[in-house]
């Protein structure tokens, strides 16, 4: 690969060959990432949820509210 004079700064100009095999290789790193990102996602989901025993207040557009008020009963 030869070094682009272009402007494109220090990236390489390549064969056709060599930008679909490089390609094919990023889009292994991209599904991998994916499916690492999934995974990650899969176990938050499986977090245990722990009780909320203090009673915060927040201010709101409708005055001030406690925690159950701003999530109507739903915690």
Do not use: H
């Not at 930008?19 to 990432?33: D, G, P, T």
């Not at 999934?38 to 009673?55: F, H, M, S, T, Y």
């Amino acid at each position: 690969m030869k070094k682009a004079k272009n402007g494109i700064g220090n990236r390489k100009i390549a064969t056709y060959e060599e930008w679909l095999n490089a390609r094919r290789e990023l889009l292994k790193a991209e599904k991998e990432l994916t499916r690492n990102s999934d995974e990650v996602a899969e176990l938050r989901l499986q977090l245990p949820c722990v009780p909320v025993n203090k009673e915060y207040i927040f201010d709101t557009d409708q005055g001030k509210l406690t925690f159950r008020q701003l999530f109507k009963n739903r915690s």
